[in-house]
């Protein structure tokens, strides 16, 4: 099993739309879990991180699944900036604050 | 406040040559880490540093060396360069707060073996 799986998609969705990316990773010693956008390339920037009890910036939303190891974020009324690679990451336990990373799904918002 | 620096953006290089990428940061980060990505995969750690003078190895650490001799720079360095090294090299750094953590990424170095 890979450590951090993710749809790779692409997903196309036209803008107002909701969008939902899910994500499973197979260390249960993780701790500390985020989403990340890298945009075409360039470096990832942090998005969200991602707390037991949910959590919500603006129009996104994370929610964790420690149970489950699953993680997920909704993207409400997306707009066309929102077009971007989201990468799920877990932190790699015993090496410091280094991540581990899933492969990215990509979005494209049209008009 | 520069964040992340790294230098060269680009670079190609033969195979069998030497190089070293550079990292820096000044934000008095402890931790910083070096990953690669290639198309289709995620990040892959190389190396990591957990402050001055500490390092270890990640998942793909064959081929490189590093060396953190103070807290701003943390310089990856290619023995023997050969086609497979073809990536984008991100080095990212951290501070830790409680029980969450930001990772700030340079913008990269695109390197080419031929």
């Known amino acids: 099993r890979k450590e951090v799986e993710q749809d790779p998609g692409p997903f196309n969705v036209p803008e107002g739309a909701t969008v939902a990316f899910n994500c499973t990773y197979s260390?249960?010693?993780?701790?500390?879990f985020f989403w990340y956008r890298q945009d075409c390339r360039k470096e990832p920037k942090l998005l969200m991180s991602v707390y037991s009890s949910g959590n919500e910036d603006g129009r996104f939303t994370a929610q964790l699944n420690r149970a489950s190891q699953y993680i997920s974020l909704l993207i409400r009324d997306s707009k066309l900036s929102d077009s971007a690679t989201y990468l799920c990451?877990?932190?790699?336990?015993?090496?410091?604050?280094?991540?581990?990373f899933g492969k990215g799904t990509t979005l494209s918002v049209s008009s | 406040n520069a964040g992340v620096t790294q230098t060269p953006k680009f670079q190609v290089l033969k195979t069998g040559q030497s190089m070293t990428l550079q990292c820096a940061q000044d934000m008095n980060h402890e931790y910083m880490s070096w990953y690669r990505q290639d198309p289709g995969m995620g990040l892959r750690l190389i190396h990591y540093s957990v402050g001055a003078g500490i390092t270890d190895q990640g998942e793909v650490p064959n081929g490189y060396n590093v060396s953190r001799s103070t807290t701003e720079d943390f310089p990856l360095r290619l023995l023997s360069a050969a086609p497979s090294q073809t990536s984008v090299y991100f080095c990212?750094?951290?501070?830790?707060?409680?029980?969450?953590?930001?990772?700030?990424f340079g913008p990269g170095t695109r390197l080419t073996v031929t």
């Open positions: 260390n249960s010693a993780s701790q500390s």
């Open positions: 990212a750094s951290s501070y830790r707060l409680a029980s969450s953590y930001e990772q700030y």
């Open positions: 990451v877990v932190n790699r336990p015993q090496a410091g604050t280094a991540l581990i």
